[in-house]
C-alpha cells in the first residue's frame, strides 16, 4: 500500500464512498449486492470479477446512469444517488472521466476534438486546464504517443491501441476527480496492456485524479493500490 493521496481541493473527502449498494435489472431474480467501496483521493483501486459479476453494473451506478435498488453513492462529498437526473449529469460531467470497454469516442470527430469535448460540455473541466483545454490535449495526446500527424484524422482511421489511448486523454483532460475504466485493454496484448496501463496511472497521478478501473483480468491486479472482487452472485 502507499501513501495516502490528499488532493488540494476535496481535503480528506473520499473520492468514492458506497454503502450497502444493490440494484436490479428487470427480469432478475435477485438483486445484485455489491461490496462496499472506499477510495482515497488519487488511490487507485482494481475490482475484477468474471464476466456477468455485474462490474458493468457497478460502474454505471457510480457513474449516476442508473440508480440503486437499495445503498448509497458518495462522490467526492456528493451523494449522487440522491440527485435529479439532470443534477446527476452535471456532476458526470464535471467530474468524472469515462473510458468505455467500446472507448465510445464520436466517429465524425478528429482525436484532438475527441479529447477536448469533455471542456465543451463543462465549464469546471475547461477551467481545470486553465481555459486551454487544446493545449492540454495536445499534451495529453503526446504523453501518450499518438504521432501528432493523426491528431486530425477521424478517430476511426486509427489503431485500437491510438483509440484506446484517445478515450484515456479524453477521460483525463481537465482533472477529473474520478476516472472509471471498464475493461478498455481486452483488445490488448499482454505488452501493450501494461504499458497502457502504467501511463493511464502515472497520468492520473499527475492530475491526482481517482482511479476506479473493472476488468475480469486479474493479472493488472498489481498496477493498483487496492483491488476488490466481485462474485458469480455479487
Ligand atoms: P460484467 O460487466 O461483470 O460482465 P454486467 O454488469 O454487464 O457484468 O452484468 C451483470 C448481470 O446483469 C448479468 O447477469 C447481465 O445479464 C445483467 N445485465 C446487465 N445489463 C443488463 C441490462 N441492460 N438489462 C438486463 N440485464 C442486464
Ligand atoms: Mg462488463
Known sequence: ?????????????????????SFTWPGQQQPMAFPDIDLNPGDHLFIHGPSGSGKSTLLNLLAGMILPGAGDIHLLGTRIDALRAGARDRFRADHIGV??????????????ANV????RLSAQRLARTGNQAETQARQLLDQLAIPEDHWH???TRLSIGQQQRVAAARALIGAPGLILADEPTSALDTDNRDRFLDLLLKLA????????????????????HQQIALGESA
Open 1 to 21: 500500500m502507499r501513501n495516502k493521496a490528499t488532493q488540494a481541493d476535496t481535503g480528506d473527502i473520499p473520492a468514492v464512498q458506497t454503502r450497502g449498494l
Open 99 to 112: 473510458i468505455f470497454q467500446q472507448f465510445n469516442l464520436v466517429p465524425y470527430l478528429s482525436a484532438l
Open 116 to 119: 477536448t469535448l469533455p471542456c
Open 153 to 155: 484524422r477521424g478517430v
Open 205 to 224: 497521478e499527475r492530475s491526482r485524479s481517482s482511479v476506479l478501473f473493472v476488468s475480469h483480468d486479474r493479472s493488472l491486479a498489481q498496477h493498483f
